[in-house]
Each structure stands twice: as structure tokens, then as C-alpha cells.
Nanobody
Framework: QVQLVESGGGLVQAGGSLRLSCAAS????????MGWFRQPPGKEREFVAS????????FYIDSVKGRFTISRDNAKNTLYLEMNSLKPEDAAVYYC?????????????????WGKGTLVTVSS
């Protein structure tokens, strides 16, 4: 089994920054791809960004391009999301997830393991 634990959420003013972390553990942790998702209050969960674990190739939704950066530390089995220029519409519970080969997080397909989320609140 794989366990994913997010941290780093909190309250920030619009225009501010936060860095989320997702620590992975478990003997079988060997993802092909990892992603960040978010669920704003009263809305469905949406994909935010992904990174292929070995190659480092990244993908973002348009609304966060240029503001958010997804990265990973393979040695520490940790995924990050650096969020800058935060807007009130970025407020959500942020989840990390991992997927095996063939997973398509940007399409909401095939992510095997999920964390429990960390809350990001952005005040205007």
C-alpha cells in the first residue's frame, strides 16, 4: 500500500504564496505520474497539475500556468506544488494522487492512491 500525506495548506492573502508538500510512503511506491487536484467549496474536484515521476515532464491547467509549479524530490518521495500570485478562486482543498503507467490525471483517469487533502484559503 501507498500512503500520501499532504501538508502546507493555510490562510494566505490574495497575491501571496504557499508551498504544498505531499509525502509518500509504502514499500510499493513507484509511481509513473503524480498530480495535484483541488476541490473548491461546493464544487467538484478538478485536476491542477501533474508530473511524470522519472522524466519530470509537467502539465498544468491553463488557470494556474505561470503561477503554480509542480516538482518532486525522488530521493525523498515527496511531491510539491509551489503556488504564487494566489487568487481567491484558488481556495480549495488540495489533494495529491499517484498513478501507474497509463494514468491520465488531466482526464481524471487511473489515479491509484490519494491523500486526504490540505486546505488552502485565500482572502481577498
Amino acid at each position: 500500500q501507498v500512503q500520501l500525506v499532504e501538508s502546507g495548506g493555510g490562510l494566505v492573502q490574495a497575491g501571496g504564496s504557499l508551498r504544498l508538500s505531499c509525502a509518500a510512503s509504502g514499500r510499493t511506491f513507484s509511481p509513473y505520474i503524480m498530480g495535484w487536484f483541488r476541490q473548491p467549496p461546493g464544487k467538484e474536484r478538478e485536476f491542477v497539475a501533474s508530473i511524470r515521476w522519472i522524466s519530470g515532464s509537467t502539465f498544468y491547467i491553463d488557470s494556474v500556468k505561470g503561477r503554480f509549479t509542480i516538482s518532486r524530490d525522488n530521493a525523498k518521495n515527496t511531491l510539491y506544488l509551489e503556488m504564487n500570485s494566489l487568487k481567491p478562486e484558488d481556495a480549495a482543498v488540495y489533494y495529491c494522487a499517484s498513478g501507474a503507467y497509463g494514468s491520465r490525471p488531466e482526464q481524471g483517469k487511473g489515479m491509484d492512491y490519494w491523500g486526504k487533502g490540505t486546505l488552502v484559503t485565500v482572502s481577498s
